[in-house]
């Protein structure tokens, strides 16, 4: 009857919206801590809608803890960034969040990434500081030179940026002299180029609700939300969101 009623609701439905619920609290992920988002067994959560523990901050607490959040985003589109802020907002009851580094989805194949290629996200971003839904927003995977037009081109400017660990073991140079001088924190991850395929999405979409026809479905972000005790340094709680929208016929 359950597998019925959700093909019903997908039948008609136009947006998917997933939320992981608090991973920290799970009996299987404190077995392990995973050290990279693969080893977080991402697609088995995806079938997960109603999390168990609520991930709400309450007001007492607010002030003890930061809330980071990474936005991946699957296609192009300024209005993907405010939904998926929204969604963080009402997931974690808090009405601004500490930080946001975005993580745009790549260029076209045989083109680079550019200035213009970052623009629109930054533009949506920096409206959501004006606004005080985010506090902090930082980049990802930016060489020297882009972080550097980034920065002259932006009103408001990136407080951080991200390097994956796999394509440099070493901070380059040149980066790290621009970073100290417009003092902006170079941090490193992990993540893969793509957090999610669009095969992988509808694959456990599939396997949650069988004989659904789900290649119609299209991942459109992935948020990632940290939220961490700031006097003890550890984790209180981490999960992701996911929303997906159907192609119109």
Not at 54 to 61: L, M, Q, S, W
Not at 101 to 117: M, R, T, V, Y
Not at 210 to 229: K, M
């Amino acid at each position: 009857a359950g597998t019925a009623g959700a093909k019903l609701l997908l039948k008609h439905a136009k947006t998917l919206r997933f939320h992981t619920g608090n991973l920290v609290n799970r009996n299987r992920m404190k077995k392990k801590c995973p050290r990279s988002p693969s080893e977080e067994d991402f697609s088995d959560t995806l079938d997960c809608s109603i999390p168990e523990v609520t991930d709400a901050i309450t007001p007492e607490e607010r002030e003890e803890v930061k809330v980071s959040v990474k936005l991946f985003l699957c296609e192009p589109g300024p209005s993907s960034i405010t939904d998926a802020v929204e969604m963080a907002h009402q997931t974690l009851a808090v009405s601004q969040l500490d930080s946001v580094i975005i993580a745009p989805p790549g260029p076209l194949e045989g083109d680079s990434q550019s200035l213009a290629h970052l623009q629109p996200a930054w533009e949506k971003l920096e409206a959501l500081v004006r606004s005080q839904k985010i506090a902090a927003i930082g980049t990802s995977d930016l060489d020297k030179d882009l972080l550097e037009q980034l920065y002259n081109w932006a009103q408001v400017k990136p407080s951080s940026n991200q390097v994956n660990l796999a394509s440099c073991c070493v901070m380059p140079p040149d980066l790290t002299a621009f970073a100290k001088e417009f003092d902006i924190q170079l941090l490193t991850h992990s993540d893969p180029k793509e957090l999610i395929s669009a095969a992988t999405f509808q694959e456990a979409v599939q396997e949650a609700v069988q004989d659904l026809t789900v290649a119609d479905w299209r991942l459109e972000w992935v948020l990632r939300y940290s939220v961490i005790v700031k006097s003890r340094g550890i984790f209180k709680s981490k999960g992701y969101l996911v929303s997906a929208n159907r192609a119109s016929p």
